[in-house]
């Protein structure tokens, strides 16, 4: 069993940056792939980046790709996303999650585990 609790989010303009981070509890969860996804009001959860169990290969969504940052420290068990140049269409609930199925899966149904989420609202 992995439990996955987010933190970090807030209120920033536009242009500025904030790190989110997963804490999980259990050692397991370093074997497992982890992602992040968010939410706007009124859409559908969205895939936003994922990493592998090691940390060697990461994937993007290209509405992401080169201003978001996916990383992890397997020793605290935490997962981070730093994200820069944010833009107010970033403004969403952000989600972390764990897989067992490859950081390449960007469907929802392929991920085990989810935390509770954590808000990020981007001011134009």
């Known amino acids: 069993q992995v439990q996955l609790v987010e933190s ?35 859409k559908e959860r969205e895939f936003v980046a994922a990493i592998n169990w090691s940390g060697g290969n990461t994937a993007y969504a290209d509405s992401v790709k080169g201003r978001f940052t996916i990383s992890r420290d397997n020793g605290k068990i935490t997962v981070y996303l730093q994200m820069n140049s944010l833009k107010p269409e970033d403004t969403a609930v952000y989600y972390c999650a764990a897989s067992r199925s490859g950081y390449s899966a960007r469907g929802l149904s392929s991920y085990n585990y989810w935390g509770q989420g954590t808000q990020v609202t981007v001011s134009s």
């Not at 500025?16 to 969860?29: M, N, P, Q, V």
């Open 8 to 42: 970090g989010g807030g209120l920033v303009q536009a242009g500025g940056s904030l790190r989110l981070s997963c804490a999980a509890s259990g050692r397991t969860f370093s074997t497992y792939d982890a992602g992040w996804f968010r939410q706007a009001p009124g």
